[in-house]
């Protein structure tokens, strides 16, 4: 799997799913994931499919968080999942061939085990700063650990937790070509902002 800068994480968008991913198709990112721990099962698929409805035949993959089984009801383009969640080979099983299989490494550790595990096809890494987005965080990894998990990883990584515009150009001084930026993102509830706001980000990778 190629590099493929900008990841948008959805998680309560102050424009709604549906907004927040029109943007994310008009911008032209490449990676859109589902990230809603709060909502019901029938709350999340509806969500789901709303935006499967939105990114169905764009460039942007739509990957749902954590749950495989919502992922293959809406039909989405893969799963991302944590180190709590079912085992990567597992989700794999459930999803076949054709999924994206994402997986969160909070560690060299954890970093470097994906490496070996099968059917993996990106890894998130994080969270490089403090973040408020996880209930219980995990503990920070910061700019040099993402340099060395950039310098020997096979598969892409995404930067994640706590990036900011302005400690974007150290992520990407660490060698990171994938970065998430959740809170920057969700938070406007203009759409012309939340629109500025990704190609801004954008603009370091063209």
């Given at each position: 799997?190629?590099?493929?800068?900008?990841?948008?994480?959805?998680?309560?968008?102050?424009?709604?799913?549906?907004?927040?991913?029109?943007?994310a198709v008009r911008c032209g990112v490449r990676m859109l994931q589902l990230r809603e721990k709060e909502l019901s099962d029938s709350e999340l698929l509806r969500a789901t499919r709303e935006v499967r409805a939105v990114t169905r035949g764009t460039?942007?993959?739509f990957i749902v968080n954590d749950r495989p089984d919502i992922a293959l009801l809406a039909e989405a383009d893969g799963v991302h999942v944590g180190q709590e969640d079912l085992p990567a080979a597992g989700v794999r099983k459930i999803v076949g061939d054709r999924m994206i299989v994402g997986l969160s490494t909070h560690s060299i550790a954890q970093a470097t085990e994906a490496q070996a595990l099968p059917g993996i096809d990106y890894i998130g890494f994080g969270p490089v700063y403090p973040t408020?987005?996880?209930?219980?965080?995990d503990p920070v990894v910061g700019t040099e650990r993402l340099r060395e998990v950039v310098g020997f990883s096979r598969?892409?990584?995404?930067?994640?937790?706590?990036?900011?515009?302005?400690?974007?150009p150290?992520?990407?001084?660490?060698g990171a070509r994938n970065l998430c930026l959740v809170r920057h993102l969700m938070e406007p509830d203009d759409p012309a902002e939340v629109e500025r706001r990704i190609r801004a980000v954008?603009?370091?990778f063209a």
């Amino acid at each position: 799997m190629d590099n493929f800068g900008l990841y948008v994480i959805l998680t309560r968008p102050a424009v709604g799913h549906v907004a927040a991913a029109e943007i994310a198709v008009r911008c032209g990112v490449r990676m859109l994931q589902l990230r809603e721990k709060e909502l019901s099962d029938s709350e999340l698929l509806r969500a789901t499919r709303e935006v499967r409805a939105v990114t169905r035949g764009t460039q942007t993959r739509f990957i749902v968080n954590d749950r495989p089984d919502i992922a293959l009801l809406a039909e989405a383009d893969g799963v991302h999942v944590g180190q709590e969640d079912l085992p990567a080979a597992g989700v794999r099983k459930i999803v076949g061939d054709r999924m994206i299989v994402g997986l969160s490494t909070h560690s060299i550790a954890q970093a470097t085990e994906a490496q070996a595990l099968p059917g993996i096809d990106y890894i998130g890494f994080g969270p490089v700063y403090p973040t408020t987005t996880k209930a219980v965080p995990d503990p920070v990894v910061g700019t040099e650990r993402l340099r060395e998990v950039v310098g020997f990883s096979r598969l892409p990584v995404v930067a994640i937790g706590g990036i900011f515009p302005e400690n974007l150009p150290a992520v990407v001084a660490a060698g990171a070509r994938n970065l998430c930026l959740v809170r920057h993102l969700m938070e406007p509830d203009d759409p012309a902002e939340v629109e500025r706001r990704i190609r801004a980000v954008q603009q370091l990778f063209a």
